[in-house]
């Protein structure tokens, strides 16, 4: 039976980069999720009878959710509804979903790598056919809805056994519990060669991959210790937990410490990785060498050609604005096209539909390809993986011998997490009334070249993206950005990014926050970051 339920707006429920985020206790006022979901339904056109891919990271309240999601979506006409076991679908496995069975769309309930737990976020996005995140003016139709909404739709009935695999009736639909794993493992082996990575372990190459009691736990245990031949204990935390296990799911130098320390002893494995709540970040470590995300990005791209699924290379490179320039080079080489996009997954599903990038990556973690329209952690490690394979080189190796051909990138990201609100918007503000005086300034010792507040005119729709980050670039080659970030729940995160291109191989192997070091000191005095968000250092540094 399908019940009309009345209700009253909620003027909160804007989305942001990745959907809407906020603490569980706000999702569990009642109406909250219902009236989010029915406004998702309300904005879309078309999908009667249609098939809606239904999973999340397994998080406090994700169970209570997609059952909410499953009844509101058979009584607004979906036909069919495939739901992970368990409701765990890890982002880029719910991708892949959407593109092979021709949904109309998804309804991926995470909050990435937010922390879990009653007192932890949660969050609710919407997908769309081609399997990435939903575009802006999707997202602000929905927000729109959700200020006008007067009722929602749903089915009258018991709850479906999301534990048992194969298909139910809810009203007029068809509920389908599915294997997460299943789909998704099949196409990385149709990606990589899984021959040669299960030499590479027979060997006795040794990894480490701590799932972070998320998402990726199955899917990890079943791919590397499964398929791969990996030895038991390869994956470490693979239980998916509703708390995270009281963990922070960020793979970071700071919530995956262990990790680092672990890679820096002599007897260390010869990699250590880790993947986010969602499954869509990663983490790279070679015996003694943090991989930062920017650079994993350029030798991924540069070294793809080793996997079978990108033999023919590559036809662009796509990488958010905050993400240092060392794909640059290696798009340069290769003589294809570099995109430099705002933050934000969905910015790169254009390129990717239209043919023009294969390899995307973000310097908060987020690499991936064209074979989803989302960011993959897995995907990543398994291609790092497929690599060492066919190189038989060290990670450390070929770190080193990426930066002696084309330079290094020293990078880092400064986190200045839950400052004020009001603080960080009026930084942001005074930044770009001061760029007209800071073009020419010198300051420190250096000279700044160009100041500007990004801007992205997408080639394939023709819109455009402004106010997407202050830039200040260096005569020297150097950068440093300043923008908010949209993924937080609770004040606002200013993130400060800082690059230098080093072409010298002899000054290729120094600390990356001594050869910041000026530029570092410039970051906080220009943008008075002390004074606006009464810091005077960052959370994270990264």
């Not at 998080?59 to 368990?86: D, H, S, W």
């Not at 009722?151 to 809810?170: K, M, N, S």
């Not at 320390?261 to 003694?288: E, H, V």
Request: proline share 6%.
């Amino acid at each position: 039976m399908i019940q009309t339920i009345a209700t009253t707006p909620f003027d909160d429920q804007r989305p942001g980069t990745s959907g809407l985020r906020k603490k569980v206790t706000v999702f569990q006022t009642p109406h909250y999720v219902e009236n989010f979901v029915q406004s998702i339904f309300d904005c879309l056109e078309g999908f009667q009878g249609g098939t809606l891919i239904v999973g999340g990271d397994g998080r406090y309240f994700n169970r209570e959710a997609i059952q909410t999601v499953l009844k509101i979506a058979a009584a607004n006409g979906f036909g069919k509804i495939l739901v992970g076991r368990g409701g765990i679908l890890s982002t880029p496995a719910a991708s892949n979903l959407i593109r092979q069975h021709g949904a109309f769309g998804g309804v991926v309930l995470s909050a990435s790598h937010n922390p879990g737990g009653p007192h932890g976020d949660f969050g609710i996005k919407y997908n769309v056919s081609n399997g990435g995140p939903a575009p802006e003016k999707v997202t602000e139709a929905i927000f729109a809805r959700t200020k006008t909404i007067t009722e929602y739709r749903i089915v009258e009935a018991p709850d479906v056994d999301l534990d048992q695999l194969g298909a139910v009736r809810l009203g007029p639909a068809e509920v389908i519990v599915i294997d997460p794993v299943d789909e998704y493992a099949r196409l990385m082996q149709r990606l990589f060669d899984f021959d040669q990575i299960r030499a590479l372990f027979q060997s006795g190459f040794r990894l480490r991959f701590d799932a972070m009691s998320a998402v990726t736990g199955p899917y990890a245990t079943r791919i590397f210790e499964g398929l791969l031949g990996a030895p038991a204990g390869t994956v470490l935390n693979g239980t998916p937990l509703p708390d995270f296990g009281g963990h922070h799911p960020d793979p970071n130098l700071v919530h995956a410490k262990h990790l680092f320390d672990l890679a820096m002893t002599p007897d260390g494995p010869d990699l250590c990785a880790a993947s986010d709540g969602d499954g869509d970040r990663n983490l790279i470590i070679g015996r003694g060498l943090f991989v930062t995300p920017s650079d994993s990005l350029a030798l991924l791209a540069a070294n793809a050609h080793l996997a079978p699924g990108y033999a023919g290379g590559v036809v662009g490179i796509a990488r958010s604005m905050p993400t240092s320039r060392a794909a640059d080079q290696v798009a340069a080489r290769l003589k294809v096209p570099l995109f430099e996009t705002p933050t934000g997954w969905k910015f790169f599903g254009n390129l990717l539909d239209a043919g023009m990038a294969t390899i995307c990556g973000e310097e908060s973690a987020g690499t991936g390809s064209n074979h989803v329209r989302e960011k993959d952690g897995l995907w990543a490690v398994l291609l790092w993986l497929n690599i060492l394979a066919a190189r038989r080189e060290s990670v450390k190796d070929i770190v080193v011998r990426h930066w002696a051909d084309y330079g290094r990138n020293y990078y880092s990201r400064h986190d200045y997490e839950e400052v004020t609100s009001d603080g960080a918007n009026a930084l942001i503000e005074a930044l770009r009334e001061s760029l007209p005086s800071l073009k020419g300034k010198p300051l420190g010792g250096l000279t700044i070249a160009e100041a500007d507040d990004f801007a992205y005119h997408d080639p394939v729709d023709g819109s455009d993206s402004k106010h997407q980050g202050v830039r200040l670039h260096f005569e020297d080659g150097g950068r440093i950005v300043y923008r908010l970030s949209g993924t937080g729940t609770a004040g606002a995160t200013l993130r400060v990014y800082i690059e230098r291109f080093e072409p010298d191989p002899t000054r290729q192997n120094l600390d990356t926050q001594f050869a910041l070091a000026d530029l570092i000191a410039l970051s906080r005095d220009i943008a008075g970051i002390a004074h606006y968000t009464g810091r005077d250092a960052p959370t994270v540094i990264t």
